[in-house]
């Protein structure tokens, strides 16, 4: 997993609440269980005016120019500003997926979804809760301001905004570890391996019989 320590990322408006994994990663592309790849369909509804399939190659395909991702302004965003309960729905991790595979490192919103917010944090996407008085003035600031960036740093907690105002924000703490270390459960799993081997080598001997040939 990436490391995620500190970001200047242009910052993106999607300015819809509920937004569900359905709507994030439409059901049909979960055809894979690789972490790559989904970047193109990410909220493929939306982006596009036809409807796509798995497989399609997303070259070509009609763009919704309304849709907030499609404006040249917003391209190569990192920072994905929402609105409340983002994340809704099922809990497929796919959805994580596609966000990061397109190119987000962090979402700000005034609240998210349990399930979706345990994923991110665990596919290395750092999520932001703040209120909605602040978030809505992030929307006002980020729309009037082309090319608006935030400083995010994440040992230090705080997003700056590009008139030098520090805004602080909570993260659990060993959520953060994890990101700053960029550590997901395998890489948890993998700092303990001189005692997984140890154990490995004393548990053998002492239980033979559960390791007997078939």
């Known amino acids: 997993m990436k490391k995620f320590e500190r970001l200047q990322g242009l910052v993106a408006p999607l300015d819809r609440a509920n937004v569900d994994t359905d709507l994030i990663i439409p059901k049909q592309f979960l055809k ?89 944090f665990k596919n290395g996407i750092l999520l932001i809760t703040l209120d909605e008085a602040t978030v809505d003035r992030l929307f006002q600031e980020t729309e009037a301001v082309e090319g608006y960036r935030l400083d995010i740093d994440l040992e230090g907690q705080t997003i700056t905004t590009p008139s030098g105002e520090a805004i602080p924000f909570e993260v659990d703490a060993f959520r953060k570890h994890c990101l700053l270390e960029g550590l997901d459960d395998i890489g948890l799993t993998l700092e303990q391996s001189a005692a997984i081997r140890d154990f490995e080598s004393r548990h053998r001997p002492a239980n033979p019989w559960l390791f007997r040939d078939v």
């Open 32 to 120: 894979s269980i690789k972490r790559t790849g989904f970047g193109p369909n990410l909220f493929d509804e939306l982006r596009y005016l036809d409807e796509g399939y798995p497989g399609q190659d997303a070259t070509g395909r009609p763009l919704n120019p309304d849709f907030v991702l499609n404006q040249s302004r917003y391209r190569d965003a990192q920072v994905l500003l929402a609105r409340r309960n983002f994340g809704c729905g099922s809990s497929r991790e796919h959805a994580p997926w596609a966000l990061d595979d397109f190119g987000f490192r962090v979402v700000i919103a005034p609240s998210f979804a349990d399930i979706f917010y345990n994923n991110s």
